[in-house]
């Protein structure tokens, strides 16, 4: 179970550089209403992450349980062609012209009028919507799903797994909550630091993963 456990931390890893995550957690903690809005959207960043895990993880288990060529069969499918789509988004992304402007997307500017039901929410959307994300993520539960785990120790995997793969928006949260005094001045700090970066990082993420999506999909198949 640790080396399961291990494997599938070191895939869910790449959930940390969700650099729009990182940004709206911290817009909201700096808004009017500060921690309750970026915890409330932690919560239901991480509950959404957990149920959609719990269940391709359950989903997962039913379909090696009845695949008579093997368990890799259906799973070396999925990530090919998630690694097919990474690769394509990596591409897209690469010849996307440079955004010159500073204008931010609409939704920060209303962000101080969300109240913490509404970020719960969204935070509990995101997960759904974002598709460079969720790909990730499932990718990571890959290694579970094809283990030899039971179906109770597979769920705990699966729960630690969506743990890290939060850590984006767990940690501003974190920050804000053991250090208040300098938590805005920090918060801004990474922010600045992840836009600055964010047009190598959303190239260079999913062109290395995708790549090692794809290669583990074709030796799964192969």
Known sequence: MITILIQSILLAS???????????VILLLISERGWKNGLAYMLGYYISYSMLGVAVTLAGYQITENDTHGPGIAISIIMIVLGTLLLYLAIRNWRKPINES??????????????PAKALGFGALV??????????????????????????????????????????????????????????????????????????????????FGGIFLIRGLTLFL
């Open 127 to 208: 997960p759904v919507i974002n598709f460079k994300n969720l790909a990730l993520f499932v990718s990571a539960l890959s290694v579970v799903i094809i283990s030899n785990l039971r179906v109770m120790e597979k769920i705990i995997v699966t729960l630690s797994v969506a743990f890290v793969f939060c850590l984006s928006v767990i940690i501003p949260v974190f920050i804000y909550v053991a250090f208040p005094q300098r938590a805005n001045r920090v918060l801004s700090g990474i922010k600045q630091t992840l836009e600055t970066h964010s047009r190598p990082i959303g190239i260079w993420l999913p062109l290395i």
């Open 14 to 24: 790449s959930g940390i550089l969700s650099i729009g995550s990182i940004t709206l």
């Open 102 to 115: 500073n204008s931010q997307p609409k939704f920060f500017s209303i962000v101080d009028q969300i109240t």
